[in-house]
């Protein structure tokens, strides 16, 4: 997911800077109306030591704003590390944004100057303690494609290929593959060729592998499709509408994708997952079972979804042209 921001001017000539120079320890980023742009310079370092230069970052961590970090970790290049902090409090507009535009920081100032990209939600995580145990959970690897660091599956294949999960990897790319249930791909498939009518995806936090939705629910409407999807869980959801037309009827499959900001999923990480998967659950659908919805819809809470919204989409109204007429001449 890319969310149309770019870097501005002003974070390009301060991150040159940053190259030039060893001075510094890092560069701090966030977002001002459509760009990215530079708020602090951390520095200059207090010591060649990396741990002991955190001091300077700390005072810059709120608890509810979210921040993007540039800091200088390593003595070889790629010498920096880029972290996106999102704290829980943070305003949930605002952590779809900075989430989905964490890659373009990386990729608009030069994804080679990056040895790895961490995502964090608290201040304790950037600490010399925290990094520490980041270092001993991950093994740093150079840095990753878009899709690749976007849905999280790097290299997931070989961890899952002995815990017999019922999940197929679908090979969305070259180097990207993505885990989806064996049972969510067929209720997919069961969309498309008249099986069922609603077929509704979750993400599962712990493995991030898109998985079914048990759930029997068969709305012959679209008001009661509205309600049968969750109104606190972020959802996809793939709809077979019967319906008629001008005396015409189809049965088109339809795309939903729905992230309340209220309710059960408070975990940013969690929560940013959604964004990022869509458009591989829509390529997952395609590729591997032959469905492809006529139109895609994304929503923040289900009851956005109504009937009117949908039938402007799939049957857009014409717009009549009237003719001139011109005006009667005086007396007539």
Request: with cysteine.
């Amino acid at each position: 997911m890319q969310s149309g921001i770019s870097a501005s001017a002003e974070l390009a000539s301060q991150f040159k800077d940053l190259l030039s120079s060893d001075s510094n320890f890092g560069l701090l980023a966030t977002i001002t109306k459509e760009s990215l742009t530079p708020t602090h310079t951390l520095g200059p370092s207090t010591s060649a030591d990396f741990a002991s230069n955190l001091d300077l970052l700390a005072p810059h961590l709120e608890p509810n704003k979210a921040l993007y970090i540039i800091l200088r970790r390593h003595s070889t290049a790629p010498s920096l590390v880029a972290v996106t902090y999102i704290p829980d409090a943070a305003p949930v507009r605002q952590k779809m944004l900075f989430a989905a535009t964490r890659l373009t920081l990386v990729r608009e100032l030069g994804s080679e100057h990056f040895r790895e990209t961490i995502f964090a939600t608290t201040p304790e995580e950037l600490t010399a303690a925290g990094f520490e145990k980041h270092d001993a959970h991950t093994k740093l690897e150079a840095p990753l494609t878009e899709e690749e660091e976007s849905l999280g599956v790097v290299k997931r294949a070989e961890a899952e290929a002995g815990q017999g999960s019922g999940r197929r990897e679908i090979h969305l790319s070259k180097n990207l593959s993505m885990p989806v249930s064996e049972k969510a791909l067929q209720a997919i498939g069961e969309v498309g060729n008249g099986g069922r009518v609603l077929t509704m995806l979750k993400i599962n936090p712990e493995t991030e592998s898109v998985e079914l939705v048990e759930d029997d629910a068969s709305p012959s409407s679209i008001a009661e499709l509205s309600r049968a999807i969750s109104p606190t869980e972020p959802r996809f959801s793939f709809y077979r509408y019967a319906h008629t037309h001008n005396g015409a009827a189809s049965e088109p499959v339809l795309f939903f994708f729905t992230n309340p900001s209220t309710g059960g999923t408070k975990a940013v990480k969690t929560r940013m997952l959604y964004p990022l998967m869509k458009r591989a659950v829509v390529t997952a659908a395609e590729t591997a079972c032959g469905v492809t919805p006529e139109k895609k819809f994304e929503v923040e809470d289900p009851s956005e979804i109504t009937q009117e919204s949908v039938d402007d989409e799939l049957h857009p109204r014409v717009q009549v042209r009237q003719g001139f007429n011109r005006p009667k001449r005086p007396g007539r």
